[in-house]
């Protein structure tokens, strides 16, 4: 059972996060049926040499395109980003994956550049749709906000803010959450089946204990938070319908740091040494801190190597 897989998993699924509040415009555009929201502040980001060595690690494919495609029509991200957003929606009993970025950047600006290289934009009723690099389209939802990712994602993304669909602004339990979670410099949140999923691949062989099976329908969802102003702090909170189910999940993972103590580096057992399991009420939470120098020691460990592959 590798626990500390549970951390690593966490920061590995949502990226480094750093972020705010959602805006209405990307709130809107947000599909309803979303089982993960991840925010990024990008400025943060580029402040932080630890925030950038965890995101050099664990940077996907898909956002190093990104980035590039963004150079490519005249947008600097490190200079014109403010927020990245993510959110993991299901479509067609499928994972999609939109994208939204607000920043400093002028859409008649980048139009025109689009122009001058002979983009030419795809209309989607009112909007347009323009191609980028890598295989991603892109539409602007505002003077200063941007939604990408596959055209079909780009498509929900602009029925859901033409009331064609569904919407996050529909979704009052991950609205919930959100609440709870972006005042924090650092957040993301995860639905139940997310949350269920999150679990699951973290405890390994431990999710499939009877114990488990019992709790894993009373989870009702997940936030947390990641900081790195200071070190490295790491909260995350599992929501459950009861304190029953808090404090099973809170003795599985409990016994989960401590057998995986037995066979952890000696870099892995200081980070274990930094995770508190606890039960509040219905709540189960974790904690983890660390200066910077032991965090970057163990983003170079062999477990995060095995988590991140």
Same mark, same amino acid.
């Given at each position: !059972? ?50 950038? /060595? ?6 996907? +494919? %898909? ?68 191609? !980028?690099?890598?295989? !991603?389209? !892109? ?29 996050? %602004? ?9 609440? $709870? ?15 269920? %999923? ?7 062989? /431990? ?34 319908? +009861? ?34 399991? +606890? ?13 910077? /120098? ?5 983003? %170079? $460990? ?5 988590? $991140?592959?």
């Amino acid at each position: !059972m590798k626990y500390t897989a549970l951390l690593l998993l966490v920061v590995l699924t949502c990226l480094p996060v750093f972020a705010g509040s959602l805006g209405s415009n990307a709130r809107a555009a947000i599909p309803g049926d979303v089982q993960q929201i991840i925010s990024v502040d990008y400025r943060q980001l580029n402040n932080s040499q630890t925030a950038l /060595a965890l995101k050099d690690k664990v940077l996907p +494919d %898909n956002l190093k395109q990104f980035e590039q495609a963004l150079r490519g029509i005249g947008i600097v991200p490190e200079r014109d980003v403010d927020q990245l957003i993510f959110a993991t929606y299901r479509a067609d009993k499928n994972l999609r994956v939109v994208g939204v970025a607000q920043g400093v950047f002028s859409m008649r600006k980048i139009v025109k550049t689009m122009a001058q290289k002979k983009i030419r934009g795809e209309h989607y009723r009112e909007a347009l749709i323009y191609p !980028m690099s890598g295989g !991603m389209s !892109m539409s602007f939802l505002d003077e200063n906000t941007l939604m990408f990712g596959a055209l079909p994602a780009v498509k929900d993304g602009l029925d859901a803010r033409d009331g064609e669909a569904g919407s996050l %602004n529909s979704n009052s339990g991950v609205l919930d959450m959100i609440g $709870s979670a972006d005042e924090a410099p650092v957040w993301s949140v995860l639905d139940a089946a997310g949350t269920q %999923n999150m679990l699951r691949s973290s405890l390994g062989d /431990a999710s499939k204990l009877a114990d488990y099976d019992m709790v894993k329908k009373r989870v009702r969802g997940s936030r947390y938070t990641m900081n790195f102003g200071n070190g490295v702090k790491f909260d995350l909170s599992v929501l459950t319908s +009861d304190s029953m189910t808090a404090v099973t999940l809170s003795s599985l993972l409990k016994a989960a740091v401590l057998y995986r103590k037995y066979t952890a580096s000696a870099v892995e057992k200081a980070a274990l040494e930094d995770v508190t399991v +606890d039960s509040d009420s219905d709540v189960l939470r974790v904690h983890f801190s660390s200066d910077d /120098a032991s965090f970057r020691n163990l983003l %170079n $460990s062999q477990l995060f190597a095995a988590v $991140s592959h």
